[in-house]
């Protein structure tokens, strides 16, 4: 879950503070289309706060498994959460 929702709020705050050729998308779009976005309901800063907090909070709960098993998804949340398009 926190992997998932770590994407999504990483989606949103590139969506407001890269352009379209740093994302290889159109940027914006979720601003144009006035959609509820993490930024809007909390503010850029807070956004990244959050987005830290879910990633830390993965890792924790990867903590109790095996950490042969549990590499490719702690490769994945360290990979969404300092993606940069």
């Known amino acids: 879950m926190y992997i998932g929702l770590l994407f999504q709020v990483l ?6 503070t890269k352009s379209s ?3 290889g998308k159109t940027a914006g779009k979720d601003l144009l289309a006035d959609k509820v976005t993490y930024p809007k309901l909390i503010g850029i800063e807070k956004s990244k706060e959050f987005a830290e907090k879910l990633r830390s909070d993965s890792l924790e709960l990867l903590q109790g498994f095996d950490s042969e098993k549990a590499a490719p998804l702690i490769a ?3 990979y969404i959460a300092y993606r940069q398009n």
């Open 21 to 23: 050729k740093e994302l």
């Open 11 to 16: 989606d949103d705050i590139l969506d407001v």
């Open 76 to 78: 994945l949340a360290n």
